[in-house]
């Protein structure tokens, strides 16, 4: 009953109100009223039938001063409905009332642009572009959709799908017809006749910043919205490719071109070409094989400051009717203690006198040639001024050795009487091997008794320091050795491409080669010794490819002292490990070069014949070894191509905080009866151009040396 007040207070105010101007007008009086009761009402009044959601609550307001047109009664409460967030869905005939949240998910009209829906409906509607990208266009239009409504971009199809108020539609068509317009921009061509495009272009790059010119590095930043030109140097035709984003730009950039392209002045076809990466000297020999078609003499590619030009006289070469005379010349030029040479190239061209001067103290070429021939030699110079990229090669040497050996036997010797040295002996072990029972008694007569490793128990019946001769002596050894070995090696090092790279890490050893004793005729006795690296060795030249793949010409050698060999004493041996090879890899690719898995069991016995077969009793004459060793041996290998210098700058990064991680990782105990060492730290980053910061130095400590000076490390 008291639900339906505010519906019969609404029909009553409704009766009451003053007389319709027509039959089809109404006069609204809603205050306060129920929203369940008021949608009835409405229903009651438009013939709608309307299902509400439970979650449809509230009140609303609705007051028309003046008769309305029943035709307008459903708009108006679709704006209340939204002012209370609730919005309408219709379908079948019905009118649901749910949350406007869930709107977008229900059935709704589904339109095209230029739809004649307005009003406070939930439509969706289906936007084809045709100019703009419809997923840059999401974040402009998003701020204006309802926060409860939503937009999506189709990539494959460029179209914007737009859920929201139909009202709100046509205000986002509209913004939408503004946006997506045909481009103004004019992409045109321009023949050049007498100079470079390439010089053309870095001109314009100088003079017209917002204009973008592939090739120049780096490009000049401009101010956020400002339209962007772009000129691309065509080398092949001497033309610049203009895309110009306004009339102004095409105007200006037209104007400028036709300025620059004028015939060189006479005398005036001295040109110099500032290189950016590659060498001048290098680069001369590569013109001026090009020219003359002979070998540059550049095979070799060599990490030295000095390259000797090949020159060549006399004679000349005949091609395409022209006759082409060489004469090269070379001049040292000293460099900072270093010694390069400036090449200079002269050559004979249809009458004209081309030459190539390269300048190895500003890396620049100086080129004396009629304007045809410098744009063709620029063009060359161009394409083959380019940064190269860098390699960066992790390897790592996997080593894990398992070893076990045992040893069990008994020697003995039997003699008597003072002038008898002995009747019989049984030395089992190896000549060699410590624990043999002749080097034994030798030591002991010597008077320098040795003790064998293993476990010895020992039989003496007389003591030979005193002269007297052993009568019987008798040993039994014992030994059971094993041993493991776990060893990870990760040289790594960063080189220019086709650049071969070494990093060697270990100790240069003597090694005896030969002697001389002292003789009559040589008084003077000598010994030759040569020095020779030993650790880990790794030799890389890489060699990256346009797709992105490395050939990598590799050296890997881990080479180190062994002990385990008897010389005689003839110096010290050493083991080596080492691999050659060149392999094709893609970038960042993990590839095993090679390894080796060896499994040696060796079983080895001494025994007096006869004696030693006897069951039981053959154990006293019987010396047995046995000797596993078990070896894995892994190389692996993983390059990374640096191209630019970000990519340099992260992995220095990231290679500088492990180092910090491990050196903050090693502390120094405080001791109580020992002075307490100063914390030696890394900076948190690693410094920015310039001068390395040095922090403050700390107050002096006694006995602790002065650790203001500037230094990569801070000492605190």
Same mark, same amino acid.
Request: aromatic share 4%; no cysteine; glycine share 8%.
């Given at each position: ?94 009118? *649901? ?6 709107? *977008? ?33 999401? /974040? ?8 409860? $409504? ?58 017209? /910043? ?16 400002? @339209? ?7 080398? @092949? ?25 004028? /015939? ?17 000297? *290098? ?20 990490? &030295? ?177 094993? &041993? ?6 990760? /040289? ?31 008084? $003077? ?20 490819? %346009? ?52 499994? @040696? ?47 340099? %700058? ?67």
């Amino acid at each position: 009953m008291i639900r339906l007040r505010p519906l019969v207070l609404a029909l009553a105010l409704f009766a009451a109100g003053p007389a319709p101007a027509a039959d089809d007008e109404v006069t609204l009086n809603f205050v306060n009223a129920d929203l369940e009761s008021t949608i009835k009402a409405v229903g009651m009044i438009t013939g709608r039938n309307f299902v509400l959601d439970p979650r449809v609550k509230g009140t609303v307001n609705i007051v028309s001063t003046q008769p309305v047109k029943k035709s307008q009664v459903y708009p108006i409460l679709l704006s209340a409905l939204r002012q209370q967030g609730f919005a309408t869905v219709e379908a079948g005939g019905v009118v *649901k009332v749910v949350p406007e949240a869930d709107a *977008k998910q229900n059935y709704s009209v589904t339109t095209k642009p230029g739809s004649k829906v307005a009003g406070d409906r939930i439509v969706t509607q289906v936007y084809p572009l045709k100019y703009e990208s419809a997923s840059q266009l999401v /974040p402009i239009l998003r701020p204006l959709i309802t926060p409860n $409504n939503a937009i999506a971009a189709y990539p494959a199809g460029n179209t914007l799908v737009i859920t929201d108020y139909a009202d709100n539609i046509q205000r986002l068509n509209r913004v939408i017809e503004s946006i997506d317009q045909a481009p103004s921009l004019d992409v045109f061509p321009v023949t050049l006749k007498y100079a470079s495009a390439v010089d053309v272009a870095q001109t314009l790059a100088r003079l017209l /910043p917002e204009v973008n010119v592939q090739g120049v590095n780096p490009p000049t930043p401009i101010p956020e919205g400002v @339209r962007r030109s772009a000129v691309v140097a065509d080398i @092949r035709s001497n033309a610049l490719l203009v895309r110009a984003e306004t009339a102004v730009h095409a105007q200006q950039i037209r104007r400028l071109v036709e300025t620059l392209d004028q /015939p060189g002045a006479a005398g005036g076809n001295i040109h110099v070409i500032y290189l950016r990466n590659a060498e001048a000297v *290098k680069l001369a020999n590569t013109l001026k094989g090009i020219l003359t078609g002979q070998d540059s003499g550049n095979a070799s590619s060599g990490s &030295g400051l000095s390259s000797t030009p090949t020159s060549s006289s006399g004679g000349g070469v005949t091609t395409g009717g022209n006759t082409l005379n060489l004469s090269a010349t070379g001049a040292s030029t000293s460099t900072g203690g270093a010694t390069a040479q400036s090449v200079a190239t002269s050559v004979q061209l249809g009458g004209a006198t081309v030459m190539i001067q390269a300048d190895p103290m500003t890396n620049s070429l100086i080129i004396t040639a009629p304007d045809n021939i410098y744009n063709n030699l620029r063009s060359v110079v161009d394409k083959l001024d380019v940064r190269r990229a860098q390699v960066y090669i992790e390897a790592m040497i996997a080593e894990v050795n398992v070893t076990k050996t045992g040893e069990f036997g008994i020697q003995w010797v039997l003699g008597g009487g003072s002038n008898i040295v002995g009747v019989g002996m049984s030395a089992l072990a190896p000549a060699t091997a410590a624990n043999n029972l002749a080097n034994i008694a030798n030591s002991i007569i010597a008077g320098t008794p040795t003790v064998p490793s293993g476990f010895n128990i020992g039989v003496l019946n007389a003591n030979p320091l005193k002269g007297e001769t052993p009568t019987l002596g008798v040993l039994a050894t014992a030994l059971q050795r094993s &041993g493991n070995a776990n060893i990870l090696s990760t /040289p790594n090092l960063i080189t220019l491409d086709n650049e071969e790279a070494k990093i060697m890490v270990g100790q240069n050893i003597p090694i005896i080669t030969g002697t001389q004793s002292s003789t009559g005729s040589n008084p $003077n006795p000598f010994t030759t010794v040569e020095r020779e690296d030993i650790g880990i060795t790794l030799k890389v030249k890489p060699q990256v490819s %346009e797709g992105g793949s490395i050939t990598l010409s590799v050296y890997q050698e881990v080479s180190n002292i062994d002990n385990t060999v008897q010389t005689d004493g003839a110096g010290i041996a050493t083991s080596k490990r080492a691999i050659e090879s060149r392999v094709l890899v893609d970038d960042g690719q993990i590839l095993v070069l090679g390894g080796l898995i060896e499994d @040696r069991l060796s079983n080895g016995q001494s025994r007096v014949p006869g004696l030693g077969d006897i069951p039981g009793l053959g154990q006293l004459f019987r010396y047995e070894s046995r000797d596993w060793q078990k070896t894995n041996l892994m190389i692996f290998l993983r390059p990374y191509i640096l191209r630019d210098g970000k990519a340099s %700058e992260a992995l220095s990064n990231s290679r500088y905080q492990y180092l910090k991680t491990q050196q903050e990782g090693f502390q120094i105990p405080d001791h109580l009866l020992l002075p307490t060492l100063p914390k030696v730290h890394l900076p948190a980053n690693l410094p920015a151009p310039g001068p390395f910061p040095v922090d403050p130095a700390p107050a002096a400590t006694p006995g602790v040396p002065d650790a203001s000076a500037p230094a990569a490390a801070v000492v605190q």
